[in-house]
Structure formats: C-alpha cells, structure tokens
Nanobody, 119 residues
Framework: QVQLVESGGGLVQPGTSLRLSCEASGSFFSINTMDWYRQAPGKQRELVAAVTGGGRGNYADSVKGRFTIFRDNAKNTVHLQMNSLKPEDTAVYYC?????????????WGQGTQVTVSS
C-alpha cells in the first residue's frame, strides 16, 4: 500500500509562486508515475503535469512555461513549482501515483491541497 501526503497549498496573489510537494510512503516495489492533477469548482479533474522516472516533464498547455514538475526518487517525492500564478489556476491540486505493489500496479490519489489565486 501507498500513502500520499501533500503540502504547500495556500492563498496567494496573482503573479506569485507556490511549490506543492507530495511524498509517497508505504510498502511498494516501485513508484512508476507521479503526476499532478487539479479540479476547479464545477469542472472536471484535469492533468496538470506528469514526470517520468527519468525526470522528463509533460505539461498541460495552460501551464507550460510557468509550472515545473520534478521528482526526488531517493525520497519518493514529487514537487510542482508554480510560477506566475493566475486566478484560473485556482483549484484543488491532487497528487496521483501509480506504484507496483507485489506483482501488480495500483493507482493512488492524495487528499488534495487547495490553491487559491486571488488579489
């Protein structure tokens, strides 16, 4: 099993920055995928950024050039550095992990952390 603990959300003004973190712990063979999703009120959950084990990031068009995802494999942690935040970035952000436990792969979601961008 895998437990995910997220941190770093909050209320910030437009144009500022935040860093979200998600740490995975528990009994697993490997962490295969560590991604960040978000869900704004009245909207579907969407993929914000994904990072491969090798560290390559893929981003939603709406955040390219402003957000950076990076992993610390030694600590089973993924971070989302969010710069130049906009009001439309306001959402609950979720960490998403696929991990190998035993012989099977499972998916896990964090509890979510609120990010509010407002003046």
């Amino acid at each position: 099993q895998v437990q995910l603990v997220e941190s770093g959300g909050g209320l910030v003004q437009p144009g500022t920055s935040l860093r979200l973190s998600c740490e995975a712990s528990g009994s697993f063979f490997s962490i295969n995928t560590m991604d960040w999703y978000r869900q704004a009120p009245g909207k579907q959950r969407e993929l914000v950024a994904a990072v491969t084990g090798g560290g390559r990031g893929n981003y939603a068009d709406s955040v390219k050039g402003r957000f950076t995802i990076f992993r610390d494999n030694a600590k089973n942690t993924v971070h989302l550095q969010m710069n130049s935040l906009k009001p439309e970035d306001t959402a609950v952000y979720y960490c998403y992990v696929r991990a190998t436990v035993g012989l099977n792969e499972y998916q896990y979601w964090g509890q979510g952390t609120q990010v509010t961008v407002s003046s």
